[in-house]
């Protein structure tokens, strides 16, 4: 391979991806996998370009999305990407030389071909993760006196029309609620997630459907995975923003972050954050005296062929173990946002 075609040898240099879509079995019980990706330094008339989209709360309100567009792919690859619906689509995206991973998992709901000149060809997968669960899903049954909301949860989920799988990583999160049960037997007829977050907001909770099924976690868990500090020489573009919950913030693609059960961290220096202009009376925002906020939410945007190949990351503030706070100037107690209607 002449030294054109290499890989790059430098972190966060030289992009690189790759699309899976794994098709369900056709009328004849064949299935089909198609598979495109980047290839080094080759030159490519093929074009990607997506967003998705990752949050960490509302469970029934919302969803992971992602919208992949796929340019001038040859007519049995165009075939083959719009096989059908149902299809399962993996996106992998990062660097020649790292960080490189997973960013999406889904089901492809619909696939478009068009030609948008006349010069290119067009696929459009628009994918879900979780769009037959958490969408038109009701679940019908008796709780029993007692019945605590561990056992709920577990039994809402299994016996919902469209069954939702629970993530392994909440099962610790779930056996805290073991110790709170029903007073007396009530039945339970309507939205699952709906309930599921109910029961979170009760406990203080975030609950999300994610690529692993429902999730729930406390806010003050300690995450496994390693905190990542990012810092205008290490992939902050432009400013990061203060929200009313946390910062707001746009990086180089960076696979390695994910919404997680419990939530990931990142470090970032306050003194680099825009922060929210304070007009009294009301809630000031605040910021982590240590720069540490959760990963609550995540947008990938790229373009195989263009200048956008990052992650906007929606963060909250942790104080005292606790998410979303923010101080009240009249009395300077910390209130829980989360808990005002």
Known sequence: MSAFNSISQIPNFGIAWELTVDNPPNSEGDALTATIGSMGWTPETMRIVFEVNILGY????SFWTAKIELYNLGA????????????TVTLSAGYQAGPYGVIFKGVVYQAMYERPDVVD??????????????????????????????????????GAAN????????????????????????????DPHKFIDDVAAANNM????????????????????ATITYTPATGILGTPQQTQDGVSLVVILDPRLRVTVPPMQINIANSIIRQLQFSPPGYRAILDPNGIYLVNGLQYRGDSRGNVWET???AMTSIGGKAAYVEDATSSVQLDRRAVQ
């Open 58 to 61: 509302s469970s029934h309100a």
């Open 76 to 87: 049995s690859q165009a075939q083959n990407f719009i096989y059908g619906q149902g299809a």
């Open 121 to 158: 060809s067009k696929v459009t997968l628009m994918c879900y993760t979780g769009l037959v669960e958490t969408l038109g899903n009701f679940a019908m049954f008796r709780g029993t006196a007692q019945m605590n909301q561990q056992a709920l949860i577990a039994k809402m989920c299994a």
């Open 163 to 190: 069954p939702i799988p629970i993530d392994p990583d909440s099962q610790a999160t779930l056996s805290s609620l073991a110790g709170t049960g029903l007073a007396r037997a009530r039945p339970f007829f309507g």
């Open 206 to 225: 975030q609950s999300w459907y994610g690529s692993n099924g429902i999730s729930i976690t406390t806010m003050d868990d300690s995450s496994s995975i």
């Open 312 to 314: 906007e990351i929606t």
